[in-house]
Every structure is written in structure tokens, then in C-alpha cells.
């Protein structure tokens, strides 16, 4: 699921266990209020995250209109940060919303930052009240990596997609994903390493083994690399992408038949892709080859 998905009142209620007077409140406080399209009302996945860390703040004993205030000042003061209910880590000592970001704990209506001698203090009482799923890691990851210009948001989204795979041990693709992150970064061990992993915990995953067999190409370990390209067609015979990079492989192992193959089966399933043409080029090159070494 992305953060594009929409959910209605009634499935926000549902998986939130909200009363509709408790959505009407709190949108009146403008705490967290329904987008509108076309005159449907709707909420978002970031929605759902904001959702649930009011329910949960005021649950502790913080009384709405505390919390209400409490937002108003962090927007006004964090300008940058347009949903502070989830992007930054919110807790409640009971009584106050303190908010933390980049290790510094605000109390957002002073706008006084909490002390180290404060902080070890309130270690011992706070609660932490926004604690994630790894559906939601996922999705701040998907939002981080969303800014794909900002390099800087894709250290956080690692770090996300890190706590999705924390929280679930089956979520490979978040995996997935972040060897992508790091693939685009050039960091192709740390890549390698994520692709890895997700074929530890999913030996069938064709994605991981064709993404993992491009990458140790890329570190020059060609053998192993034809090894997972081929697994990656065997679990998946029509991806074109491992097909491409297979043929490739085999060429550079000096493999020509195989590669042969592999550029034909490559045109059956996308023969009108960007790289098609390169791949007509390498079959006419290696039937070429083929004649001359004939005569």
C-alpha cells in the first residue's frame, strides 16, 4: 500500500476504533482534517499515522485543545515541518506534548528546548505514543525516497525501510529497496548486502536474486552473477530486465550461445524498449561472429 491510498470515515473508524463525534472533533480543532476531491472526503496513510498518535496522546491525559495549541506553535516554529504529527517523534509525559527531533526534545507551546539533566529525567516517566508499524516505515520511506532530487532524505529512508525489515522479517521488499538506495548512491557492496539478505529470507525471490546479480556484474564477480541472473529467470522467466543483464553477463563470460538466447527471449517480451535496439545490435553482432567463424 502507498501513501496515496484513501480510506473513508468509515474505514478509519473501523481500523482506528474512532467514533464519528471524535473524527468531527478533532477535524474542528483541526487536529487532523479529511482531504476533499470531486466532494468526497477522504484521509491518506499519513492521515491514519496522525490519527492514531492523537487517539493515543489524548489517551495519556492530554486534553485535545492542549494538543491543538501544542501543534499550531511547532508548525509556526518548525516551518519546514508540515505534518509534525508524523514526521517527528511526539511524547507525552501525562500532562505536556514533548516533541523530539534530530535528538532535541521541544516543548513546542515555550518553545523551550528540554535540557539533557530534563531529558534523563523524563526518560523514566514519557511515553512513547508513536511508536510504528512496519506498514508505516514503509510508507515514511516511500515519502523520504519520494524526494528523489534531496539525497539527503534518502539516509532517512533507509533507516525507514531498515525499520519496516526490523518489524517484519517478511517485508523483503523493503530490502529490496534500500539496496536499491544504495545501488543509485554507488555503493554497490551495501547493496549487494541488502539483496542478500532478502534471499536469506526468501530464496525464491526473483527480484532479489536478478537486482543482486546486476550488482556483483557491476563489482566485476561475473560467474556469481550469471548464477543469480539465472535463478532469476528460471523464478521468473518473462522479466525482461534480467534477461537483458544475463545476456550481457554470459557476452562478458564469453558464453555467446547462452547470451544469444537470453538478447532473443529479451525482444519477445519488450521489443519496443529503449535498449531494444542494443539488443538487436549484439544479436546481429553475434550471428556475424557465428558466419565468419564458419568459413
Given amino acids: 500500500?502507498?501513501?496515496?491510498?484513501r480510506f473513508s470515515r468509515d474505514e478509519v473508524q473501523r481500523i482506528l476504533g474512532l467514533s464519528p463525534k471524535q473524527l468531527d472533533y478533532w477535524d474542528r480543532l483541526e487536529?487532523?482534517?479529511a482531504r476533499k476531491d470531486q466532494?468526497?472526503?477522504?484521509?491518506?496513510?499519513?492521515?491514519?499515522?496522525?490519527?492514531r498518535t492523537v487517539k493515543q496522546l489524548i489517551e495519556t491525559g492530554v486534553p485535545a485543545n492542549r494538543l491543538r495549541r501544542a501543534l499550531a506553535a511547532l508548525r509556526e516554529k518548525l516551518s519546514q515541518v508540515q505534518t509534525p504529527l508524523t514526521e517527528l517523534r511526539v511524547l507525552s509525559d501525562g500532562k505536556d506534548v514533548i516533541v523530539e527531533r534530530e535528538g532535541a526534545r521541544l516543548e513546542p507551546l515555550t518553545g523551550q528546548f528540554v535540557m539533557n539533566f530534563e531529558t534523563r529525567k523524563l526518560d523514566e516517566e514519557v511515553q512513547v505514543i508513536s511508536?510504528?508499524?512496519?506498514?508505516?516505515?514503509?510508507?515514511?520511506?516511500?515519502d523520504y525516497e519520494a524526494d528523489r532530487a534531496n539525497h539527503k532524505t534518502w539516509a532517512e529512508a533507509i533507516n525507514a525501510y531498515e525499520n519496516a525489515f526490523r518489524c517484519d522479517p517478511q517485508r523483503t521488499d523493503a530490502l529490496i529497496n534500500c539496496g536499491t538506495l544504495y545501488y543509485e548512491q554507488g555503493n554497490f557492496e551495501k547493496a549487494a548486502e541488502c539483496y542478500r539478505r532478502a534471499i536469506d529470507?526468501?530464496?525464491?525471490?526473483?527480484?532479489?536474486?536478478?537486482?543482486?546479480?546486476s550488482v556483483l556484474e557491476e563489482l566485476g564477480q561475473l560467474e556469481e552473477a550469471r548464477q543469480h541472473l539465472r535463478q532469476a529467470v528460471r523464478l521468473d522467466p518473462d522479466h525482461p530486465d534480467a534477461r537483458y543483464n544475463l545476456a550481457l553477463v554470459c557476452e562478458k563470460l564469453g558464453a555467446y550461445?547462452?547470451?544469444?538466447?537470453h538478447w532473443q527471449t529479451y525482444l519477445q517480451l519488450d521489443p519496443s524498449s529503449p535498449w531494444s535496439d542494443y539488443a538487436r545490435q549484439r544479436l546481429a553482432s553475434s550471428k556475424t561472429a557465428k558466419s565468419a567463424g564458419r568459413r
Fill in 31 to 33: 487536529l487532523v482534517s
Fill in 131 to 142: 511508536e510504528r508499524s512496519a506498514h508505516e516505515w514503509f510508507a515514511l520511506a516511500l
Fill in 39 to 51: 466532494g468526497n472526503r477522504f484521509y491518506d496513510f499519513r492521515d491514519l499515522i496522525a490519527l
Fill in 201 to 213: 529470507c526468501d530464496p525464491e525471490c526473483g527480484l532479489a536474486h536478478s537486482n543482486l546479480g
Fill in 257 to 261: 550461445h547462452e547470451a544469444r538466447e
Fill in 1 to 5: 500500500m502507498r501513501t496515496t491510498d
